[in-house]
């Protein structure tokens, strides 16, 4: 029998209500088009066929409760399930504040979006007959109260015992916030970087590889990029809240002879009330903030270029994080120093040979 399933990926959805916005002059995200962004994305969805939709984490600008309640009304008048994880901004703290709800209290908000018989912020749950989902709590907090992606030593014994009970045709899919393979160049090691991934990957991956599980769904880069390594996939979608606000449909297909592969296609939303022209807009507005944002990463190790420099040549790269954010990007920088050139042409759209490799927002990935 021939396992055949479609369901999208929307994430880092930051719903904010207007009178939560917090606005800072600096910040990337353009959460003023959180929830009309979210609605246009399910506009489209509930005229799909859809199995399931899947939410990686960053439902809520900084976990309001009344972000948090808002999102769990509007999910359950959906046709189809939906399968949720907390993100960094919806559990930022470990006790509730004037602000945001409490790290234990985040289940209680979904309980009808996979959190149904559990008390902790992880879980699994079968979507389809041998289709199995994983869903990982990546955030935590170390001994002195700072957040961290991490996964403690009882979620990782919880999942093995998980994964050992499996049977041998089921389809393990797995859904966690942090990036678990590196999307950009020396990911887990990049002083800028390294906060989007999984701090303890490795040892995630490990497992993962033993099991034979294939399939990770990643968010909190906001961008648009799919990663592999040593047969792991790690899909991560980019933030309905940035440019390009992208989401996916994703469809899995198994012939007669038990070969399988994955569609995978990309939607951008692209106007909103009082943003006609959303994609124009959000553009820009990254790019308008981009400065103090490639001066420090031209300081830094790697590079490490002087601040005069570095004042330089960061308005030729006024556009960089822009395409990386909307993914496939091919980068050219021929009138920046040899070494500035190779090292920012690494985050381009190409595969070990150097060749262009453009899978980020649509592909078909035989498994």
Known sequence: MSLNFRFAIASDLHVALPHTIWDHPSRFHLVEVSIPAFESVLQHLTQLDLDFLLLPGDLTQHGEAENHTWLQECLAK??????????NHDVPVLNANEQSIAFKDFPHFYRKFGYEHRSELYYTCELLPKVRLIALNSNNFDDGGKQIGRLDIQQLSWLE???AQKENDELILVMIHHNVVEHLPNQARHPMANRYMLDNAPELLEILRRYKVQLVFTGHLHIQDIAYEDNVYDITTGSLVSYPHPYRLLEYR???HGRTKLEISSFNVESVTNFPNL???SQQWMI?????FIVKLLTLPPLNLTQEKAEELAPGLRNFWANIAAGDALLEYPEFPQHVRQHFEKYGAINADGYPTFIDNHATLLL
Request: net charge negative.
């Open 161 to 163: 015992k998980v994964l």
């Open 78 to 87: 959906l046709p189809f399930p939906t399968y949720v994880i907390p993100g």
């Open 279 to 281: 994609q124009q807009t």
């Open 254 to 256: 198994q012939d007669e």
């Open 288 to 292: 308008d903030r981009s400065f103090p």
